[in-house]
Nanobody, 122 residues
C-alpha cells in the first residue's frame, strides 16, 4: 500500500512557475515508477509526466515537454513536478500516481493522491 499526498498547487499568472510535490509513504518508494496526471473541468484525466525508479528515465506529454520537469528524491520519498512558463490551458487538478506498469497510462497505476489545484489566470 502506498499513500500519496500532493502539495504546491495554487493560482498563478501566465508565464509563472510552480513546483508540485508528492510525498509517498507506506512502502519502498525507490523501486516504483511515479507519474503526474491532470484533469481539467469536463475533460478526461491526461498524462503529464512520469519518472522511472532510478530517476534516469523520464516521459513527458507533448503539451508540457520543454516547460515541465519531473524529478524524484528517493531519500525523501518525494516526487516533484517543476512547471515553468505556465499557460491558461495548464489549469487543472494535478494528481500524483505511483507504481505504474505503463508510465503514460493512468489505468496502469495502482495508487493515487487526492490532487492539487493549479489555476492559471490573468
Amino acid at each position: 500500500q502506498v499513500e500519496l499526498v500532493e502539495s504546491g498547487g495554487g493560482s498563478v499568472q501566465p508565464g509563472d512557475s510552480l513546483r508540485l510535490s508528492c510525498l509517498a509513504s507506506g512502502r519502498t518508494f525507490g523501486g516504483i515508477t511515479m507519474g503526474w496526471f491532470r484533469q481539467a473541468p469536463k475533460k478526461e484525466r491526461e498524462f503529464v509526466a512520469a519518472i522511472g525508479w532510478s530517476g534516469h528515465t523520464t516521459f513527458y506529454s507533448d503539451a508540457v515537454k520543454g516547460r515541465f520537469t519531473i524529478s524524484r528524491d528517493n531519500a525523501k520519498n518525494t516526487a516533484y513536478l517543476q512547471m515553468n512558463n505556465l499557460k491558461f490551458e495548464d489549469t487543472a487538478v494535478y494528481y500524483c500516481a505511483a507504481d505504474g506498469r505503463e508510465p503514460t497510462l493512468a489505468i496502469s497505476y495502482d495508487y493515487w493522491g487526492q490532487g492539487t489545484q493549479v489555476t492559471v489566470s490573468s
